[in-house]
């Protein structure tokens, strides 16, 4: 990546989103090389399971639709009495507004199943009251952003010293981003104003294009004013909500106790899903078929990032 915001109207590419997380790689955790096994579905692997944290997007659902097969997955998980969590980075709306999408698809997951990098970004601020009294909240996001003691203050471009006089500034989503948002986060950055990020995703694939995700717009702008460290990541490939998403997973599950061996993080992205989860102890499984690598290039990323799923699948 060129280490500041590229020009908007260049069209963001697979090749461009690897390489943006590769620039990142220094900010995320770390995970030895393993081997891989191939597998036609997940759903051929279930044996070597007690658990899966299963990627929303690509793994679950494309768009406003489910993956297929998703909802046999999840019957014959139920059937195994093998427990399910969505672990997802899709950070924009409360939590309860997912698990509604999901049942929408047709997937009923009961509300604890669903964990957000959302609920480990206000998890962090329920924990840390004393430190922040004010969070600015991007793009439109404040709703659900209710935090004892920190007041949450809807950020816009066109109020750019707003920006300058909060705490720090949660980054929840970046639906209606453009030069102008930019420009106040780059600026509030090179000012020292704190950034945390709900959703490090670079990208995500959409139909017949690749977005810019907030992981995007954020790395753009700790690159630029060089104050990447500034930012405070709290979606995956990060622990916080890996720590978020174990903890409910134990509280859900009938199983006195998990191993985190038989537990896997099921994702359709090298350097969030697999990577994340490798980090945090469980075993991985990546889905090519339906999301970031459904035109292909797998196999090329893998090699090159060195970062290797347990097991890799077509589908679920």
């Not at 717009?217 to 995956?236: H, L, M, P, Y």
């Not at 989860?277 to 893998?302: M, N, S, Y």
């Amino acid at each position: 990546m060129d280490k500041d915001m590229d020009n908007l109207e260049d069209p963001m590419t697979l090749a461009r989103a690897l390489s943006v997380y590769e620039d990142l790689r220094p900010s995320m955790p770390k995970a030895a090389p393993r081997s891989s096994q191939t597998a036609a579905r997940l759903r051929d692997v279930l044996d070597h399971f007690d658990a899966l944290l299963l990627d929303g997007y690509g793994v679950l659902n494309v768009g406003h639709e489910a993956v297929p097969g998703a909802l046999d997955l999840l019957n014959e998980a139920q059937v195994r009495g093998i427990d399910v969590m969505v672990l997802t980075n899709g950070a924009s709306k409360p939590t309860a507004a997912a698990v509604r999408k999901y049942h929408d698809f047709g997937l009923n997951l009961d509300p604890r199943q669903v964990v957000s990098s959302r609920d480990a970004l206000l998890a962090h601020l329920h924990q840390q009251q004393s430190n922040l009294k004010t969070i600015g909240v991007v793009d439109d996001f404040v709703e659900g952003v209710e935090v004892e003691g920190i007041t949450a203050l809807p950020l816009t471009p066109d109020q750019p010293k707003a920006w300058l006089d909060v705490d720090a500034i949660g980054f929840f989503g970046a639906v209606h981003w453009h030069s102008g948002w930019q420009s106040c986060l780059v600026e509030a950055m090179a000012a020292g104003v704190k950034v945390l990020v709900a959703n490090p995703d670079v990208t995500a694939p959409h139909q017949g294009e690749f977005s810019r995700e907030p992981g995007f717009w954020a790395a753009a702008a700790g690159f630029s004013t060089n104050r990447i460290d500034q930012i405070e990541w709290f979606g995956k490939p990060h622990p916080p909500v890996f720590e978020l998403a174990l903890e409910r997973l134990e509280a859900f599950s009938a199983r006195p106790k998990l191993n985190k061996d038989r537990i896997a993080m099921v994702g359709d992205s090298l350097h969030t899903d697999i990577l994340g989860g490798q980090a945090a102890g469980l075993k991985t499984v990546l889905i090519k078929g339906h999301g970031l690598f459904r035109q292909g290039g797998a196999e090329d990323a893998i090699a090159s990032t060195g970062i290797t799923p347990d097991f890799i699948t077509a589908t679920v």
